[in-house]
Nanobody, 119 residues
Framework: QVQLVESGGGLVQAGDSLRLSCVASGRSFTSYAMGWLRQAPGKERKFVAS????????DYADSVKGRFTVSRDNAKNTVYLQMNDLKPEDTAVYYC????????????WGQGTQVTVSS
C-alpha cells in the first residue's frame, strides 16, 4: 500500500511558476506509476500528468503540455510537478495518485493541495 501527501500549492500570479511535491510512504512506491490530477470547484477531477515507475515515460494533458513537467525521485519517495507559466485556468486542487499500471487506474490518492492563479 501507498500513502501520499501533497505540498507546494499556493497563490500565485499568472505567468508565475510553482513546484508541487508528493511524498509517498510504503514499501512498494518504486513499483507504482504516479499521476497528478486536478479538480476545480464544481468540476470533475481531470488528468494532468503521469510518470511510470522508473520516470522514463511521461504523459500530459494537452492543456499543460510545454508548461508542466512531472518527475520522480524514487530514492526520496517523491513525485514532483513543475508548473511554469501558470494560467488562471490552472486554478484547482491538485491531487497526487498512484496505480499499479502506467496508463491504468489509480488506486491510492493524496489529500490534495490548492493552487490558485490570479490574472
Amino acid at each position: 500500500q501507498v500513502q501520499l501527501v501533497e505540498s507546494g500549492g499556493g497563490l500565485v500570479q499568472a505567468g508565475d511558476s510553482l513546484r508541487l511535491s508528493c511524498v509517498a510512504s510504503g514499501r512498494s512506491f518504486t513499483s507504482y506509476a504516479m499521476g497528478w490530477l486536478r479538480q476545480a470547484p464544481g468540476k470533475e477531477r481531470k488528468f494532468v500528468a503521469s510518470v511510470n515507475w522508473s520516470g522514463a515515460n511521461t504523459d500530459y494533458a494537452d492543456s499543460v503540455k510545454g508548461r508542466f513537467t512531472v518527475s520522480r525521485d524514487n530514492a526520496k519517495n517523491t513525485v514532483y510537478l513543475q508548473m511554469n507559466d501558470l494560467k488562471p485556468e490552472d486554478t484547482a486542487v491538485y491531487y497526487c495518485a498512484a496505480g499499479p499500471v502506467y496508463g491504468g487506474n489509480y488506486v491510492y490518492w493524496g489529500q490534495g493541495t490548492q493552487v490558485t492563479v490570479s490574472s
